[in-house]
Every structure is written in structure tokens, then in C-alpha cells.
């Protein structure tokens, strides 16, 4: 049985990479790669993770957020080491993903043939950003290459705001870094920067599995990106993510205040909680119900399916 889900997830894409019928994959393409997530998707496949908990992802620290990841199994899913163009800013969206390779004439002009039957316009790296919606974000494999690796300048940042009110995650570099800086609300990272033009690169495809420096991203990932690093978290793991950070954040803040107050030893707070102790936090939670970030409901339900 799992030989037959694996051909049926795999075969699509050797398809795709051997017919060259298409640059970008189909929804049930997507699907395939992406089984685990059962909320609902976007016309092209992607699982469309909530806005409010990409919202409240924002808050999420990087180590808490890997921590859960690395818990469940998902060991590569970090990278570090960027040139962020607004370092105090936190970007959190659904991954676009798109993939580059130095320039092979013959494919790349399959590539271009494609682009036209599917009328396409503009250079391939503007391709990708045809793709976008509100909430996604560019993310690009273009293997690390600064000289001649611009992918984007501010014209096309400009068109990357409008689409998505987000910004780009780039394994490579930018051209017109000032001109960037200028768009307000649009963030990136990046591995560097160079005044020189795009040049002996192609386009291999749009929303395919990618390889960002130590993580391999899904399109339709989660992405939490701040000045320490980037953690693309698979969809179906999202919620998962977001509500154990916040449940650490609220017994932190009980186990503070209770500390400070001289009620519990320390001893008694960062070990395994007694009984006496839970009661105590769940009417401190009925009495500061304005410190919780989820709804009741959420907590509750996370507290009952774990031990806590």
C-alpha cells in the first residue's frame, strides 16, 4: 500500500519534469505531495492554512516553533543565516515556491515554449509572481548565486506587494535594495545582494517541492520568517505549532506570577505539575480570560490531548 501512495505522489511529477507538458504542477499534483492537510485549499491545490492563525504565528518564537517540528518528526525544516531587509519585522505566509537552476539552453527553452502555450509574459522570474495571492510568499531556490543572481529589483517587488501584502524568501540575492526598502510592508530574506542583472539562470518550476539551504519546503507551507532565521512549517501542523507556543506562553506567565507571589518553589513549577497546582492554573485562566491568545474552547481542547 505505501509503494502505490508513493507512485501515485511521485509518478505525477516524473511526468511532469519528463513531458515538460507544464511549468507549474497541477492541483491534484499538489494534493498528492500534501495529504496530511484535510482543511480546505486553494484553487490550485494549496493548502490554505487560516489567516488568524498566521496571525498569531507571528508571536511565535523560532525555537518553539522547530522544538514542535523536530518533536513530530520534522527535523529540516530551518535555515539561518540571512540578510534581512527589515530585521525587526516578523513575516508569516503560505509558501509559493519556485525553483531555479543555472541556465541549460535546450530546457530552457522547453521551459519558455511552455510559458507561451500557457501565455505567459515577462521574463521567467516574474513568472512565479503571477502565481500570488494575498498571503503568500515567494519563496525561491535559486541555489545561492549573488552576481547574476538577482531575481528581483524594486519593480518587481512593487508587483509582489500588490499581489500578496507580503514579501520574498530568496536562497539567492536582489538588485535595488534601496529601491526595496522603500515599499511599505514588503520584508525579505535573502543571501545577498548585488547590483548586477539576472544572467545564466532558468526557470524549472513553480509551486514544486524546493530545497531552502537545511529545509526542503512544500508549496502551501506555513512560513514563519524573523531576523534569527526561517521555519517552514507543514500546514497540517500549523495549529499544532501555534497552540503549544501559546500554552507555554500562558503556564510561563502563571508559573512567573505565582513564582513572584512566593507561592510554589521553583522546583514545583518546572517539573511535572501536580493535581493542586492545575487547579490553580485553570481558575487563574477563568479570572485573566483577556491573556489568552486562543479561544477557550481551543485551550481546553489542547489541555484534554495532552499532558500538560
Same mark, same amino acid.
Given at each position: 500500500?505505501?509503494?502505490?501512495?508513493?507512485?501515485?505522489?511521485?509518478?505525477?511529477?516524473?511526468?511532469?519534469? !519528463?513531458?515538460?507538458?507544464?511549468?507549474?504542477?497541477?492541483?491534484?499534483?499538489?494534493? =498528492?505531495?500534501?495529504?496530511?492537510?484535510?482543511?480546505?485549499?486553494?484553487?490550485?491545490?494549496?493548502?490554505?492554512?487560516?489567516?488568524?492563525?498566521?496571525?498569531?504565528?507571528?508571536?511565535?518564537?523560532?525555537?518553539?516553533?522547530?522544538?514542535?517540528?523536530?518533536?513530530?518528526?520534522?527535523?529540516?525544516?530551518?535555515?539561518?543565516?540571512?540578510?534581512?531587509? %527589515?530585521?525587526?519585522?516578523?513575516?508569516?505566509?503560505?509558501?509559493?515556491? +519556485?525553483?531555479?537552476?543555472?541556465?541549460? *539552453?535546450?530546457?530552457?527553452?522547453?521551459?519558455?515554449?511552455?510559458?507561451?502555450?500557457?501565455?505567459?509574459?515577462?521574463?521567467? %522570474?516574474?513568472?512565479?509572481?503571477?502565481?500570488?495571492?494575498?498571503?503568500?510568499?515567494?519563496?525561491?531556490?535559486?541555489?545561492?548565486?549573488?552576481?547574476?543572481?538577482?531575481? !528581483?529589483?524594486?519593480?518587481?517587488?512593487?508587483?509582489?506587494? +500588490?499581489?500578496?501584502?507580503?514579501? /520574498?524568501?530568496?536562497?539567492?540575492? /536582489?538588485?535595488?535594495?534601496?529601491?526595496?526598502?522603500?515599499?511599505?510592508?514588503?520584508?525579505?530574506?535573502?543571501?545577498?545582494?548585488?547590483?548586477?542583472?539576472?544572467?545564466?539562470?532558468?526557470?524549472?518550476?513553480? %509551486?514544486?517541492?524546493?530545497? !531552502?539551504?537545511?529545509?526542503?519546503?512544500?508549496?502551501?507551507?506555513?512560513?514563519?520568517?524573523?531576523?534569527? =532565521? /526561517?521555519?517552514?512549517?507543514?500546514?497540517?501542523?500549523?495549529?499544532?505549532?501555534?497552540?503549544? +507556543?501559546?500554552?507555554?506562553?500562558?503556564?510561563?506567565?502563571?508559573?512567573?506570577?505565582?513564582?513572584?507571589?512566593?507561592?510554589?518553589?521553583?522546583?514545583?513549577?518546572?517539573?511535572?505539575?501536580?493535581?493542586?497546582?492545575?487547579?490553580?492554573?485553570?481558575?487563574?485562566?477563568?479570572?485573566?480570560?483577556?491573556?489568552? *491568545?486562543?479561544?477557550?474552547?481551543?485551550?481546553?481542547?489542547?489541555?484534554?490531548?495532552?499532558?500538560?
Amino acid at each position: 500500500m505505501k509503494k502505490i501512495m508513493f507512485l501515485m505522489i511521485v509518478l505525477p511529477f516524473f511526468s511532469f519534469t !519528463i513531458s515538460a507538458q507544464q511549468v507549474t504542477l497541477t492541483a491534484d499534483q499538489i494534493k =498528492g505531495y500534501t495529504p496530511d492537510w484535510k482543511g480546505e485549499r486553494l484553487p490550485d491545490g494549496r493548502p490554505k492554512v487560516a489567516d488568524r492563525m498566521l496571525e498569531r504565528l507571528k508571536a511565535v518564537r523560532l525555537e518553539e516553533a522547530w522544538g514542535v517540528l523536530r518533536n513530530k518528526g520534522y527535523q529540516n525544516q530551518f535555515e539561518g543565516d540571512w540578510m534581512v531587509l %527589515n530585521p525587526d519585522s516578523a513575516m508569516t505566509g503560505r509558501v509559493v515556491t +519556485a525553483q531555479y537552476m543555472p541556465l541549460r *539552453p535546450d530546457v530552457d527553452k522547453i521551459i519558455k515554449d511552455i510559458g507561451k502555450t500557457e501565455k505567459r509574459i515577462g521574463a521567467t %522570474n516574474s513568472w512565479p509572481i503571477d502565481v500570488l495571492k494575498n498571503g503568500d510568499i515567494y519563496v525561491a531556490d535559486s541555489y545561492g548565486k549573488i552576481v547574476d543572481g538577482t531575481l !528581483i529589483g524594486d519593480n518587481l517587488g512593487n508587483a509582489i506587494y +500588490a499581489k500578496s501584502l507580503r514579501g /520574498v524568501i530568496f536562497y539567492g540575492s /536582489v538588485r535595488d535594495v534601496e529601491g526595496l526598502a522603500e515599499i511599505k510592508g514588503f520584508n525579505a530574506w535573502m543571501k545577498g545582494y548585488d547590483p548586477s542583472y539576472i544572467q545564466q539562470m532558468m526557470l524549472a518550476g513553480i %509551486n514544486v517541492p524546493i530545497r !531552502i539551504g537545511r529545509a526542503t519546503v512544500l508549496p502551501g507551507d506555513a512560513v514563519l520568517a524573523k531576523k534569527g =532565521g /526561517v521555519v517552514f512549517i507543514p500546514a497540517h501542523l500549523l495549529d499544532t505549532v501555534v497552540l503549544n +507556543a501559546e500554552f507555554i506562553a500562558l503556564r510561563d506567565q502563571f508559573g512567573h506570577q505565582r513564582l513572584r507571589e512566593g507561592k510554589y518553589t521553583p522546583g514545583q513549577i518546572d517539573t511535572q505539575w501536580t493535581d493542586e497546582i492545575k487547579k490553580d492554573f485553570l481558575k487563574w485562566l477563568d479570572e485573566n480570560p483577556g491573556k489568552l *491568545p486562543m479561544t477557550r474552547q481551543e485551550l481546553d481542547k489542547f489541555m484534554k490531548d495532552r499532558s500538560w
